[in-house]
């Protein structure tokens, strides 16, 4: 093939937005799920620690079903460990650009400490989960895991 028509193929790549050759997934191919070995970290570990983390409630993003899984199996995993959770419930995501598995507190920067004993479990099970701050409907609950959508692939 010519030069000057490998150049021509490549500006059309860029130019069309439906070319394959421009798309590329929306998220990793990471799993969205508890891995057999978190749930084993997860009830080990937070058996130890059951009585500071009862009655933190598990929220999801109301609109994705994969967020309601994974908080689903969280709260079955959590079951296992003696932290009672309640039920999983659904809330509005609240503010733009927050994906992941998230604590959500009143105040980020003085979390409580049931906060910070569930932030540290969860790390141990290699579950990263950041501070945010609490959606006014939750207002009066020092603490809630929320699990948002899918990270975007940047």
Do not use: C
């Not at 070319?19 to 570990?45: C, F, G, K």
């Not at 009655?55 to 709260?75: C, G, Q, R």
């Not at 296992?80 to 503010?95: D, K, M």
């Amino acid at each position: 093939m010519r030069p000057e028509r490998l150049v021509s193929q490549e500006i059309h790549h860029q130019q069309n937005p439906k070319s394959d050759s421009n798309q590329r997934p929306i998220y990793s191919d990471a799993p969205r799920n508890l891995t057999p070995n978190q749930q084993r970290v997860l009830i080990a570990e937070g058996g130890r620690v059951h009585e500071e983390l009862s009655n933190i409630p598990i929220t999801f993003l109301a609109t994705d079903m994969e967020a309601f899984s994974y908080a689903t199996a969280l709260n079955t995993t959590f079951a296992r460990a003696a932290i009672q959770t309640g039920n999983v419930s659904p809330q509005p995501l609240g503010e733009p650009g927050r994906d992941g598995v998230m604590i959500e507190v009143p105040d980020k920067n003085a979390p409580s400490s049931s906060a910070q004993k569930l932030q540290q479990l969860l790390l141990v099970a290699n579950i990263q989960a950041p501070f945010v701050t609490s959606l006014p409907q939750f207002g009066t609950t020092p603490t809630i895991l929320f699990v948002g959508p899918r990270p975007l692939q940047r």
